[in-house]
């Protein structure tokens, strides 16, 4: 009979109607989320928590990643501009590169696979376990203490993983190019944000505020509406990572679009 259950939820889901009745509960559930953002009274000691999880516990591996991308991304930009003699302008491009575009999407990507499966898992496996129920018969308001929190907490710490990421990969930038063409760190420093504008740095940090909102509110509602026990919370952890991902780069054209439209600037 659980197995009937299963197939037949699956069915309803591939369906089209099943999937318009997704993006509707999808939205309607993102609009819950805005509306009970600012709603006092605040529930700041969770919120916190979620932030020590999501973000300071995601530091080393952003920073890990960021620092060997750098390298990497340093190692192969020397190989293509020493063909044009254009050797001088790599601190530029990389700078350029991290702050504009890869840096952001790099760690909303590494963090959807972090963070997005865990939070799908966990409010998964507090629902099919009935604690979310719990919750609510003792008058806590489940939806403001599990969800908003965990969104509010992707909402801070995206900007700021997202600068840990941009600055390890110009550090890693930076000991390639004093290893391989001793250059000094200053004229290092200088060459990489000589050029650089607020218009580099403003509509980056509003992007990973949507990417954070993406993430929380994706992976929040597929464990939050988990049925069907053990198979649920596997499915809406597996599908946390794999629509965050989906939905952070789809969107993530429409937000370039968006920075040239607001930021003539950041598009020279």
Partial sequence: MAVRTIESEIHKRLTITGFFETIGDFGYFLLRIVRNIFKRPLETSETGRQIVEIGARSTALIICCGFALGIVMSLHTRASMERF????????VMTIAFFREMGPLVTGLLIAGRVGAGIGAELAGMRVTEQIDALESLAIDSFRYLVVTRVMACLIALPILTLLMDFSGMLGGLLSEVTLAHISWRLYVYRAFGSMDW??????????????????GVSCFLGYNAKEGAFGVGRASTRSVVYSSLVLILINIVLVKLTFFFFPQAGE
């Fill in 85 to 92: 003699g254009a050797s001088s302008m790599i601190p530029a």
């Fill in 199 to 216: 218009s580099d740095y403003i509509p980056t940090t509003l992007k990973t505020t949507v990417f954070g909102f993406i993430i929380g």
